[in-house]
């Protein structure tokens, strides 16, 4: 098995973390940049991502996610939220950073901008949300990925109240919807979840080959 699969056995959904191990500010930068070069259509990156490890705030967000433990006693707990009012404006800030990060005019990338704005325009606005949030879920998975081979351990999340989190960080005054929620951290030994064998579909069952 390669180092990345076995990384990928050794990871699992968290759900004690040790309260007591922080997560280092240079492992937090390399985790911020694994979430910085994930893929997005077109490249567009339709959400921002919060990083909170101010402890009052973890306790709110575990209110706001049934209690859910995880969320108080993670080292730090990164928030997936997409944008709820994806438009022109969005495509054009991007169009510009093409431009600059390429150094190609503007102009040359009418087509482009075009594209995306068709595509875009053309989507109804739950659409256009369901859109930008399915992006972030590409995210979450290279976070994971790259918080597993640096043997930091994660629990991906969904299950939340998400008006509740927004509304803890004051989400919607920025046209912001959580989408996915991931604490961060470092297993305790009482989390038994962490000797439970991996669960997934026999390959003959999930592979068509063709
Ligand atoms: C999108 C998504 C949402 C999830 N939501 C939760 C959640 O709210 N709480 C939780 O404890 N686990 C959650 N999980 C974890 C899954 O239950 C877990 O990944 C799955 O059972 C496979 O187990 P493993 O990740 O330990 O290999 C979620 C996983 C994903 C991918």
Redesign the pocket.
């Known amino acids: 098995m390669s180092t990345y699969n076995k990384n990928l056995k050794w ?3 968290t ?1 004690k973390f040790d309260a007591t191990k922080r997560i280092s500010e240079t492992d937090l930068e390399l985790l911020k940049e694994a979430i910085q070069l994930s893929a997005s259509s077109y490249g567009l990156q339709p959400y921002k991502v919060l990083i909170i490890s101010d402890p009052k705030i973890k306790s709110q967000l575990k209110v706001a ?1 049934n209690g ?1 433990q ?1 969320l108080e006693d993670a080292s730090h707990v990164v928030v997936f939220a997409n944008l709820s009012d994806l438009s022109e404006k969005h495509v054009a800030s991007y169009i510009e950073n093409i431009s600059k990060t390429r150094g190609v005019e503007i102009q040359q990338l009418d087509g482009y901008a075009n594209l995306m704005n068709r595509v875009v325009g053309d989507l109804s606005e739950d659409a256009r949300e369901v859109w930008a949030a399915k992006q972030t ?1 590409i995210a979450l998975g290279n976070l994971l990925s790259a918080a597993a081979d640096l043997k930091i351990d994660s ?6 109240d998400a008006e509740k989190v927004a509304e803890v960080l004051n989400l919607k005054e920025f046209n912001l919807t959580p989408s ?1 929620i991931a604490p961060l951290g470092y297993r305790s030994t009482e989390d038994t979840t962490q000797h439970y064998d ?1 669960v997934r579909k026999p390959e003959e069952e999930l592979f068509i080959t063709i």
């Open positions: 990871r699992y959904a759900k996610a859910q995880q879920y629990c991906p999340m969904e299950g939340f996915l991996k």
